[in-house]
């Protein structure tokens, strides 16, 4: 039993194909193809002229192959079989690893825009820590400030006060409205 022809197709259209014998394969694996896709089953088995056609449909792929031979259908199921387990295997690996290469990519981001936004926090606290800073130094300077002017207007007061009296008491010394 020999496999004389193999191809991998997406819908209708031949992706990769091997022949091992000359012989027009190509006009009986579309209507192969065809029937495939009208059928929509995971598996099928059709035969065309003195060849078998056996293929594997998954997910929108078609894998075929043809034998000579009706009455072996191990040979071209394993082969079809290898055909998608070789494929699937790359695309597992290739996948699991796009798959963990994002998950690093999206644990890296979100640990990224955490730092972001704790230096964005960290930056408001500062900045509020320097204005209390400074408005706590200014408002010392401000009652100090307070403290002297206070300070001299009392000085000022008690003089005007006085001087006050002492005219008052001048005043009524003069007048004789105090006794000497």
């Known amino acids: 039993m020999t496999i004389t022809y193999s191809c ?3 819908g209708r259209a031949v992706l990769a194909e091997l022949a091992l014998t000359g012989g027009s394969y190509q ?3 579309a209507t192969v193809l065809k029937l495939v896709l009208l059928r929509a089953e995971p598996k099928t088995i059709i035969q065309m002229g003195s060849f078998v056609y056996h293929t ?4 929108g792929i078609t894998y075929l192959c043809a034998s000579d031979n009706a009455l072996d259908t191990v040979t071209p199921s394993a082969f079809l079989k290898n ?3 070789n494929k699937n295997q790359e695309d597992s690996l290739i996948s ?3 798959s963990q290469v994002t998950d690093v990519k999206n644990v890296m981001t979100q640990n990224i825009d955490k730092i972001l936004e704790r230096e964005e926090r ?3 606290f500062t900045d509020r820590t320097d204005d209390l800073q400074t408005t706590a130094k200014e408002s010392q300077k401000t009652r100090k ?3 002297r002017i206070w300070w001299k207007h009392f000085k000022k007061i008690i003089v005007i006060t006085m001087a006050i009296l002492l005219s008052v008491i001048i005043i009524l010394l003069s007048t004789n409205v105090i006794p000497t």
Do not use: P, Q, R, S
């Open 56 to 59: 594997v449909f998954i997910d």
């Open 145 to 147: 400030i307070l403290g």
């Open 83 to 85: 055909m998608k387990y």
């Open 96 to 98: 699991a690893l796009k």
């Open 27 to 29: 006009e009986t694996a």
């Open 122 to 124: 960290l930056n408001i």
């Open 8 to 10: 991998i197709a997406n």
